[in-house]
């Protein structure tokens, strides 16, 4: 069996989806990441692999292999941990909810399990909502304009791994959106802006990030 779930990676300020295959078989304990990652994509492994012994999940005489498709995307940055986490927990049976195609994770773990915001966040969540996701797990950053996402995705902010599986499982959120973050005039407004210039029809400037960018901030 092969557990899959999806995380957002990015090209430039273009992003698409990223499916995080795990398959675990015996062996020496260890995790092997292939499809084109980069040399912060492959520390990953450290930090995922100590998050999952915070947790109680062990891996111990098991050898993780990881695949982040499509293969010949070069992927970059810590954005695919929880992703990985996720998969793994699933492929050892540990998740009980349902993770369909229209869910992503987005974040960074620390050793002990907490979820951490990544380089990126905003444009993974602008190319989340433009590619059509319904739901993304990402961490507290309070730079996201949350508010500008509600009515096309549902956002699942969480500060720890087990807030992952709580919500998964239909239990209450411990980590509500914080409206303080969702209220900041500033930078509520230029993500906004931002937002709605990237979904207009942009056709002519296909391939053209930073022209793209700075017509949508002056929007």
Same mark, same amino acid.
């Given at each position: 069996?092969?557990?899959?779930?999806? *995380?957002?990676?990015?090209?430039?300020?273009?992003?698409?989806?990223?499916?995080?295959?795990?398959? /675990? +078989?015996? %062996?020496?304990?260890?995790?092997? /990441?292939?499809?084109?990652?980069?040399?912060?994509?492959?520390?990953?492994?450290?930090?995922?692999?100590? &998050?999952?012994?915070?947790?109680?999940?062990?891996?111990?005489?098991?050898?993780?292999?990881?695949?982040? *498709?499509?293969?010949?995307?070069?992927?970059?940055?810590?954005?695919?941990?929880? &992703?990985?986490?996720?998969?793994?927990?699933?492929?050892? $049976?540990?998740?009980?909810?349902?993770?369909?195609?229209?869910?992503?994770? #987005?974040? &960074?773990?620390?050793?002990?399990?907490?979820?951490?915001?990544?380089?990126?966040?905003?444009?993974?969540? #602008?190319?989340?909502? +433009?590619? %059509?996701?319904?739901?993304?797990?990402?961490?507290?950053?309070?730079? /996201?304009?949350?508010?500008?996402?509600?009515?096309?995705?549902?956002?699942?902010?969480?500060?720890?791994?087990?807030?992952?599986?709580?919500?998964?499982?239909?239990?209450?959120?411990?980590?509500?959106?914080?409206?303080?973050?969702?209220?900041?005039?500033?930078?509520?407004?230029?993500? $906004?802006?931002? /937002? *709605?210039?990237?979904?207009?029809?942009?056709? %002519?400037? +296909?391939?053209?990030?930073?022209?793209?960018?700075?017509?949508?901030?002056?929007?």
């Amino acid at each position: 069996m092969t557990a899959i779930v999806s *995380s957002i990676g990015l090209k430039g300020l273009s992003g698409y989806v990223v499916q995080v295959e795990v398959h /675990i +078989s015996s %062996g020496t304990e260890s995790m092997v /990441i292939v499809g084109l990652p980069d040399a912060s994509v492959k520390e990953s492994k450290e930090r995922v692999l100590s &998050a999952l012994h915070s947790f109680d999940c062990d891996v111990t005489d098991e050898k993780i292999v990881v695949n982040l *498709s499509p293969a010949e995307q070069k992927k970059n940055g810590p954005l695919f941990d929880l &992703a990985m986490a996720v998969a793994v927990l699933k492929e050892k $049976g540990q998740v009980k909810g349902v993770v369909d195609e229209g869910t992503a994770f #987005i974040g &960074a773990l620390s050793l002990d399990g907490s979820v951490r915001t990544v380089s990126g966040l905003l444009p993974a969540l #602008i190319s989340a909502k +433009s590619l %059509g996701l319904k739901r993304v797990f990402l961490p507290v950053d309070p730079l /996201i304009p949350y508010q500008a996402f509600q009515d096309s995705m549902e956002l699942v902010v969480v500060r720890h791994l087990q807030d992952v599986l709580n919500h998964l499982e239909g239990k209450p959120s411990l980590t509500p959106i914080p409206v303080e973050m969702m209220t900041s005039t500033e930078v509520y407004g230029r993500a $906004g802006r931002w /937002i *709605s210039g990237i979904l207009l029809d942009m056709s %002519g400037l +296909s391939g053209r990030f930073w022209l793209r960018l700075a017509g949508s901030i002056m929007c």
